[in-house]
């Protein structure tokens, strides 16, 4: 916005301050920045407002710097300002005529009051005067009469204490009847001042009766202290009464604490009565458990009348607040105390909530009556260790479970108890008792999660993150136990009563693949399920902090059972190839193979042999799920069908008895076998029947290969170990999956056995299938009976 002439408006308050200032200036020199002497060359436009200035140079000055417009506006400007300096001048002076006029009136009117305030306070003077010399004829006629009258006074008062002491016994019996303690002690304190001073001469009588009496009321005051009828008012009167009389109350205050302490001692803190809790065998909630209505009442009141108490001692001893805290803290850890017992006894859920509120309900009792004792965060910080105890705890249980479905196989063979399927009923009971008891875990838990009140509450994030914990420490103990089991693990990190409760005997085979099954059971089935109940129920927490990561990790729980099933199953296989090995080891060392007789028939070791391989079949079958049912005929290898040291050329060879022509074809075979395509033999063992009895198959014959390269056989032998292996070949191909490579391993036998021979001619074709078909005949016959 401008004014007339353009002029912006801040400029023109600068400058209409600038002159009013230079105006009423009492010093002009100061209205002005420069000297009067200034050059011209240092003139601006702005010394227009100055003492100094100089209207011939401003002109120059303006006339320089500024056109013929410039010099048009500027005039314009000036005009206007001096008008508007005339007007606020003119307005300056109304204003100081009008405040003067103001002042004028008002030094008149204060003239015309002070005219007559002389003589009124003139005569004031002469009243005051007067009222003082009437005063002092008063006091000097009164004077003798009231010395007379305070004289009489004091005697009357020195009589009226006299008669009081006579008759203080006779008043401190009719507070006695009365129970007019109060107004005893007020008595009896108002007059020891003169017993103390004239007790031992003129008032000797008056103070023994008055003693005697006091003695009495000390007495009476102390069963109103101990005595529970009386209110705490009067309880606490009564000790500010034994207070005033000197008595020693710190005897009583150690006394009734003494009582309070015997009192908690007392109370029932038996959660078992309040909970009527008891566990069946598959760990299932009864619902017909209700807490017993009698016993809950009886533990409220006796609670209330334990805050009752406190309270009463706090009005009395106004100083016992951290002995009563330190006394209510202790009843808040004989409640949990009580509380860890049932958990060690395993108690459910619904009975550790009902727990938790009737110690929610007693913390809120006592705290009304002393909130000095800040017993809602001590029973949260307990409450912390039971639930995290409760958890741990069920957790325990629930792997005792496993290992008890776990190991009843071994404890049946043990036994001696026959079933039909023993290894699969282990191991669906194991499986069961994993899934089904996971679910049971969940459902506990989630009762604590379902109340919405008191202690557990506060504790929903904390216990989230404990489950989600106590599912991944659990699997690692499971895990553990497992390995333990097999002899794969530290003893000394495992947990005592799982070691008491471990068979003592070597672990079984069985066992071992049933443990094998149920490690991938766990990673394929308990695992996924487990994670989708702790995503729909169990999410959130987070109270731990993210730099731990999360609680429960899945993926590293799937990883460690994928290889412990793996390490189980080669175990298996080890132990079962180990016993076979034995039975090997003592078929190959007893006889001298160097004398041995000519064969008449398949030797028993050979039904041993298989014996095993069925058993073995029997177990795979119980427990292992069946493969793709695909037998590997010699067709099927994509080398060559025949062993690599076995040909037609070499089997019409070994029919000459020249021993020398014999050795050459092995010099063959040799050569031969440069020219054959390598067989593979051992492949990845899988978690079904055909791989582990095929590997188990394999492993058994390198084996036998092995012994026979140790052994130095003549004929006879190499003819009985031809027989045996010619029959093993008609009866493993049922057994094993992979044939061609049980060929192959069975030319591998034969084959060595020929090298350490001293004469390897083998028996005629006929010869070994008489015998062979002999020895099935046999063994068919005996088998029908069965």
């Not at 010399?133 to 008063?138: A, C, I, K, L, N």
């Amino acid at each position: 916005m401008e004014i007339e002439g353009g002029a912006p408006l801040d400029d023109k308050a600068k400058r209409m301050r600038d002159l009013l200032s230079s105006f009423y200036s009492s010093d002009p020199s100061s209205a002005s920045s420069l000297p009067p002497n200034t050059s011209s060359r240092f003139a601006t436009l702005d010394t227009i407002n100055t003492a100094s200035f100089n209207a011939d140079q401003y002109m120059n000055l303006l006339v320089q710097k500024s056109n013929m417009e410039g010099l048009l506006q500027k005039h314009v400007e000036m005009a206007a300002e001096i008008k508007n300096l005339d007007t606020d001048l003119q307005m300056l002076v109304y204003e100081n005529y009008n405040k003067f006029i103001s002042a004028t009136d008002t030094i008149k009117r204060m003239k015309n009051n002070i005219v007559g305030m002389e003589t009124n306070m003139e005569q004031l003077l002469e009243k005051i005067m007067s009222v003082q010399s009437r005063s002092d004829g008063v006091n000097t006629s009164l004077f003798e009469k009231r010395e007379h009258i305070e004289k009489l006074h004091r005697t009357r008062n020195l009589l009226r204490k006299v008669q009081f002491i006579y008759d203080l016994p006779a008043r401190l019996e009719k507070c006695i009847k009365s129970e007019a303690y109060a107004d005893a002690v007020r008595y009896y304190t108002g007059a020891m001042p003169i017993f103390k001073a004239y007790g031992d001469s003129s008032f000797q009588d008056c103070q023994r009766q008055s003693e005697e009496a006091v003695a009495i009321i000390i007495n009476n005051l102390q069963g109103k202290v101990f005595s529970d009828a009386e209110s705490i008012q009067a309880r606490a009167e009564a000790v500010m009464l034994l207070k005033q009389l000197d008595f020693p109350v710190e005897s009583l205050k150690v006394k009734l604490f003494e009582k309070l302490e015997q009192f908690l001692v007392n109370l029932n803190f038996d959660s078992k009565e309040l909970t009527d809790s008891s566990v069946d065998v598959n760990g299932s909630l009864d619902p017909g458990r209700v807490p017993h209505a009698a016993s809950a009442t009886a533990h409220e009141a006796s609670v209330r009348e334990f805050a009752e108490a406190v309270r009463a001692y706090k009005v009395i001893f106004l100083d016992s607040e951290p002995q009563l805290s330190k006394l209510a803290q202790d009843f808040v850890t004989k409640h949990f105390e009580a509380t860890h017992q049932q958990i060690e006894k395993q108690i459910h859920s619904a009975d550790l909530v009902t727990i938790f509120r009737v110690i929610w309900t007693d913390v809120l009792l006592l705290d009304e009556v002393l909130p000095e004792a800040s017993l809602p965060d001590f029973a949260f910080q307990s409450a912390c260790v039971a639930v995290k105890d409760y958890i741990s705890s069920a957790f325990s249980h629930f792997l005792l479970h496993i290992s008890d479905a776990v190991t009843k196989v071994q404890g049946r063979q043990k036994e001696q108890i026959e079933e039909d399927y023993p290894l699969q009923v282990a191991l669906e009971a194991s499986q069961k008792a994993v899934l089904q008891g996971s679910m049971n875990v969940f459902l506990e838990f989630r009762r604590l999660l379902d109340e919405n009140s008191g202690l557990l509450l506060k504790l929903r994030d904390l216990t989230i993150d404990w489950v989600q914990e106590g599912f991944q420490d659990f699997f690692r103990k499971l895990d553990d136990h497992f390995r333990l089991l097999t002899g794969k693990s530290n003893v000394a990190s495992q947990e005592v009563n799982l070691l008491e409760r471990m068979p003592g005997d070597k672990v079984a085979a069985g066992l071992v693949l049933v443990l094998a099954q149920l490690s991938l059971f766990i990673e394929q089935s308990a695992i996924p399920r487990i994670t989708e109940e702790i995503a729909s129920s169990f999410s959130g927490g987070g109270v731990r902090g993210s730099e731990y990561g999360p609680a429960f990790v899945p993926a590293d729980i799937c990883r460690t059972f994928r290889s412990s099933g793996e390490m189980f199953l080669h175990l298996y296989i080890n132990m079962r190839t180990q016993k076979i090995s034995v039975l090997l080891k003592k078929r190959f060392a007893a006889p001298n193979w160097v004398k041995h007789k000519e064969p008449r028939e398949v030797h028993m070791f050979v039904d041993l042999l298989l014996q095993e391989f069925e058993e073995i079949r029997t177990e795979a079958k119980q427990v292992l799920p069946q493969g793709i049912n695909r037998k590997h005929r010699r067709t099927d290898s994509n080398g060559s069908t025949a062993s690599s040291r076995s040909n037609p050329l070499r089997d019409d060879r070994l029919n000459r008895s020249n021993t020398q022509k014999a050795r050459s074809q092995l010099l063959e075979t040799h050569l031969a076998k440069l020219f054959k395509q390598k067989m593979e033999i051992f492949t990845k063992v899988e978690q079904t029947q055909e791989s582990v009895i095929t590997t188990i198959v394999k492993l058994s014959l390198k084996s036998l290969q092995e012994f026979v390269r140790l052994q130095t056989f003549n004929r006879s032998g190499f003819q009985q170990i031809q027989l045996d292996v010619h029959f093993l070949k008609s009866t493993l191909k049922h057994i094993a999956e992979d044939e061609a490579a049980v060929d192959f391993l069975l030319d591998e036998v034969i084959v060595s056995t020929a090298e350490r021979c001293l004469d390897p001619v083998p028996l005629e074709p006929p010869i070994l299938d008489r015998l062979v078909q002999t020895k099935l005949a046999k063994t068919s016959e005996q088998s029908l009976p069965s």
